[in-house]
């Protein structure tokens, strides 16, 4: 009898962005993502659309405050700070590392905050979508959850536009609602983390880290909010043109990078 050939198995969808997450942080838990991005059992769980619908909106902010007990808008930067990071990485570094983009579909992205050593937990459904180019061998599957685009330029528009226009926008406009606190504050944000996210990227990455930061920059029309500027090491930094508020927390913080720093 002839043996019966091996079939090859794609790899998960989201694997070039769990192998970077490793490569960036040496591990798999993480303190603002599911280990391994994906959530299979969702008790305790909930879609990220419950921030935009006020219902778990006061939870996140609440724990901004017993975090770090600052005023109510500084509370609301730095939580939107760190969600914004986390909710943006594997999207980034999904396009960065691969071309593989995971359509942040509010719907399809969970959030936790039962764990009380850390603001807030996000991960992905399992069938969360993925904008792919024709030349992925996702491309080839015929999988449902696989949407294919034509060019770069397609991958870039169904980035922006499940990232930015319909995931963190939506959120910004909630958090707006609750507190008073500008749009540009909490874009300056969003834009620091990708480009600080990418940075720490970088040697995992095939190509330019910098100029994945300028395209993407570019593309979310948030190139105004950073610089890179050079490092003490030679190697770039981010530079912020807002403030996230820390300095005004009862136990002040200075972030590398604040628009506020003096030389």
Known sequence: MTAALPVNTPAPPLAPITATLRAMFGTDVLPGLAPGLVVDDEA??????????????????DSAARLWGGTPHACAALAWKAYSYWAALPVVLGWAAARRVPLLESSATLIDFSDRRTLVTLGLRRSIPVAVLPTDPLALTGSPRVQVVADERELLAALRATLLDAHLSPVITAIQGEVRIGA??????????????????????????????DTLLATLDLADLVELVPGPNGKPTVQRRTCCLAFTLPTPKVCQGCCIRTP
């Open 44 to 61: 305790g769980w909930s879609p990220a659309t419950t921030l935009t619908d006020g219902s778990r909106l006061p939870e996140l902010l």
């Open 184 to 213: 540009r504050t909490l874009l300056g944000s969003v834009a620091s983390g990708i480009a600080q996210g990418l940075l720490l990227a970088a040697d995992a990455l095939p190509g330019s880290a910098v100029e994945a930061v």
